[in-house]
């Protein structure tokens, strides 16, 4: 956000929107001079008008607010109870939590979203790695070093906000994903010659016919909106007892096992083209919104994990195929192509039409 | 892996090679630790190899298994997909950079080949396919020397003269002359229309546009019934990259296939599946002639994707492979086939081929509306936008794609009608076009309600 320092002269530089008061920033997306007031009220209208357009919501749904205490998710707690609130969405709102017991990150991004159960008063629940898996992102690390950590944790996150959503009851996850994340996966997607993926990642609302839908009400939110949101928000919640609070308290350090990540990449690129060319953020979206893709290509077959349950288009999830490389000392499992337990397991299938059970092979003579 | 730096000790690197040859050979082996069977061709198993392909230590050639390698992804792209075939006048667009100097190589000695056999041939049945190459001279819109312009034509020239017979007839065409007509300053009339345009991307793409104007009426006016792009794989990966970026996600599958015949003249891409790391390799074994490029490096969007790709590659040689496989798994679009398929001139297998991948050509159904600037297919529900806008807007405007609303458009719609008088009449023909395709669908709904009237048709 910038700082505007010039005193106010008539005529310069008001706020497009209501032409009174001193434009205070340039509105990322569009680069509009606009002051504080309405840049908090259009960003607050179109997330209303996106919910509404893509009817994310029903009344009397049980939403589970997936929460980091990162700026997203903090910055989505508040827009949605302020807007469930305004507009009478009827909405049992929760935040939800997920603790992947990383020392040093997560125990203290956690207590950030402590703070705003009690500042926006919405019941919380933290579901952790350990108690789900028996592993901490802090072991696996140490098992596997820091090349596909990313890999672990988010197959095991994705994992752990469907179970924490069964256990909250709730209807819907809704997520903070922004415009930049999707922007991003789209052009990972890409490099990595995902195509089933490619078409599905621009879905504002995904997992329909499975446990518990998801939602990304901030997929045409650009992050810089976000942050400025965040930066220079007053807390405005009426029932929060730290009304002292001037800002939206949220955690602003990157993950310690980030450095690796491909993702960074691609985030890199997009930064320097949001710098060239707003519109680009956007104009990705779109693209991956029109990409011509046979549909026969869209849905991969969905059956259920033979060890936990789960929604798998597998033998076992992928989860488990994880967990199992975990245990076993065999930190390449399921990583990479065409690797792990699942791919002989299909061999079995077509070879003689039953499916054999993966305890019975011999330790070793599965390769990967 | 083709070398691009200038110190690289890698053994194995061509460079090394090009040093040796003036020192001495024989002691390759000894600089390898005697272990000769490294340094075997991977192909032919028997010669040294000099040079790495795009899969680094994997891939070693020697120099006629990596030229082979090359020639035979042309020659395999130029078969299966029917892109030549007597009595096909084939124009060549030529850039002077590697891969249109590969190209033109590449096509030569295909020509040559089908000559030998047509002379050897007792019938003379089967006719040999025309070549012609040309060249875009960009050269008004920087400030280079004239020297410099000079030389590099005349280098031009001397390529084309040295390829040898058949001979080939060349054409250096300024970009301006698109707008050639009675009493018009075609090099006052582009500089003004690329003033006009403040996007630094939008400037870059229009004169792309421009360019395939500029061949496609080369092409026409000569009889030409083909024109033949040196675009290699690491240019498609560029393109699927900046397509994604400029919102042109829905027609980007019609760029990047072997075949686009939506152009008067078809455009075919017969290097389509080599990576400009080979084909630079190649014109270094080969001794390859190259004029450098006079236009300046792009910048804008089109640089950072660029750089950005050029980044992935370094980390992964293989990565530009995969861009253009994951964009090419997208459905191309009708007109991504040679029309005439069903010609029996065309030999059987690639019939079957195109019957086995769903490339029938099927013009006859052709509803696509296409964007009058860049040409590219609109997508259904953008179109339908149309009928909301305002009477004041353009009809260039509306029926624009958004990308080109965007960056080459002028913002300010007064603005518009000026900006409409600079462009080419190929461009201003597709808008009139366009627009009448709109007003009779419109006027087919409304048909009924129509009183009899004297008016003039749209």
Not at chain 1, 191 to 210: K, N
Not at chain 2, 240 to 247: F, Q
Not at chain 2, 379 to 401: G, H, I, R, W, Y
Request: with cysteine; aromatic share 8%.
């Amino acid at each position: 956000m910038e700082a505007d320092t010039k005193p106010k002269k008539p005529g310069a530089r008001l706020c497009c929107v209501c032409n009174q008061r001193r434009a205070a920033l340039k509105r990322p997306k569009t680069l509009e001079q606009i002051c504080r007031e309405c840049f908090y009220a259009v960003f607050e209208e179109e997330i209303h008008q996106v919910i509404l357009e893509n009817k994310l919501f029903k009344p009397g749904e049980r939403i589970a607010i997936g929460a980091s205490g990162g700026k997203d998710s903090t910055v989505l707690a508040y827009v949605l109870s302020e807007m469930n609130r305004r507009h009478n969405y009827g909405l049992d709102l929760f935040l939800l939590s997920i603790d992947e017991g990383i020392t040093g990150y997560r125990d203290d991004s956690l207590e950030t979203v402590k703070r705003n159960e009690l500042q926006y008063g919405l019941p919380l629940k933290i579901v952790s790695y350990k108690d789900l898996y028996g592993w901490t992102m802090d072991e696996i690390v140490k098992m596997i070093g820091l090349k596909n950590n990313c890999t672990f944790c988010g197959v095991f996150r994705r994992q752990a906000l469907d179970r924490g959503a069964a256990l909250l009851k709730v209807d819907k996850v809704a997520t903070g994903h922004n415009a930049d994340d999707i922007a991003e996966t789209v052009l990972l997607n890409i490099l990595r010659g995902d195509i089933a993926r490619l078409s599905r990642c621009t879905s504002i609302i995904t997992g329909e016919d499975g446990p518990i839908p998801r939602c990304k009400p901030f997929k045409y939110t650009y992050e810089k909106e976000i942050s400025s949101i965040s930066l220079g928000c007053k807390n405005l919640n009426k029932f929060s007892t730290y009304a002292y609070f001037r800002k939206l308290d949220y955690f602003s350090t990157e993950c310690i096992y980030s450095p690796n990540a491909y993702r960074g990449f691609a985030r890199e690129f997009i930064k320097d083209l949001e710098r060239i060319r707003p519109r680009a953020i956007h104009d990705i979206i779109k693209s991956g919104e029109d990409f011509r893709i046979a549909t026969s290509t869209k849905m991969p077959e969905q059956g259920t994990c033979e060890r936990c349950g789960y929604i798998s288009s597998q033998k076992w999830c992928k989860a488990c195929v994880l967990l199992e490389g975990l245990n076993r000392g065999l930190p390449k499992l399921g990583i990479g192509r065409n690797q792990g337990l699942n791919k002989d397991a299909k061999k079995d299938i077509k070879k003689d039409g039953r499916t054999k059970s993966i305890e019975s092979k011999q330790c070793g003579s599965l390769d990967f | 892996m083709a070398c691009n730096s200038s110190t690289c000790s890698s053994s194995g690197c061509y460079k090394e090679y090009k040093e040796e040859e003036h020192h001495k050979p024989k002691t390759r082996a000894a600089v390898n630790g005697g272990d000769s069977r490294q340094n075997l061709c991977v192909k032919c198993k028997s010669s040294e190899s000099v040079c790495c392909g795009i899969g680094g230590e994997d891939s070693r050639f020697c120099k006629d298994c990596f030229k082979n390698n090359l020639y035979g992804k042309f020659k395999q792209a130029v078969t299966y997909n029917a892109m030549i075939t007597p009595p096909d006048k084939v124009l060549v667009a030529f850039s002077g950079g590697p891969s249109s100097r590969v190209l033109l190589q590449f096509v030569h000695e295909m020509l040559y080949r089908a000559r030998k056999n047509y002379d050897a041939s007792k019938d003379k049945s089967l006719p040999v396919f025309g070549v012609g190459v040309a060249f875009i001279d960009e050269s008004s819109i920087h400030s280079f020397p004239s020297q410099q312009i000079e030389k590099a034509i005349g280098d031009i020239r001397s390529i084309v003269l040295n390829l040898g017979p058949p001979s080939k007839e060349l054409f250096v065409v300024p970009i301006e002359n698109i707008f050639a007509s009675f009493g018009i300053d075609c090099k006052e009339r582009l500089k003004k229309l690329l003033d006009a345009l403040d996007d630094v991307t939008g400037k870059e793409d229009l004169l792309i546009h421009l360019r395939m104007l500029s061949l496609q009426k080369i092409a026409s006016e000569n009889g030409y019934t083909r024109v033949v792009l040196g675009s290699c794989t690491s240019r498609i990966a560029c393109h699927v990259i900046s397509a994604t970026v400029k919102g042109q996600g829905y027609s980007l599958s019609a760029d990047i296939q072997y075949v686009d015949s939506r152009w008067e003249i078809p455009v075919v891409l017969p290097l389509r599946d080599c990576p400009a790391q080979e084909l630079n390799t190649l014109c270094s074994l080969d001794s390859l002639k190259i004029v450098e490029l006079l236009n300046g490096p792009c910048s804008g969007i089109n640089g950072l994707v660029s750089s950005f790709v050029k980044v992935l590659q370094e980390e992964n040689p293989s990565r530009e492979c995969t861009i253009v496989r994951t964009a090419g798994k997208l459905t191309p679009f009708h007109f991504n086939a040679i029309p005439e398929i069903d010609d029996s001139n065309v030999p059987s297998a690639t019939r079957r081929h195109h019957r086995r991948h769903g490339l029938k050509s099927n013009a006859s159904l052709s509803s696509e509306l296409f964007c009058p600037i860049c040409n590219s297919p609109l997508k259904k529900s953008n179109s339908s936008s149309l009928t909301n806008e305002s009477p004041q807007t353009s009809d260039l405007f509306v029926a624009a794609c958004s990308s080109c609303q965007f960056q080459i458009l002028p913002k300010d719609p007064s603005l518009t009608e000026q900006f409409v008088s600079l462009l080419p009449q190929p461009i201003i023909a597709r808008a009139k076009h366009c627009d009448r395709g709109n007003a009779s669908s419109l006027r087919e709904q409304i048909q009924d309600f129509l009183l009899s009237d004297d008016d003039d048709e749209i």
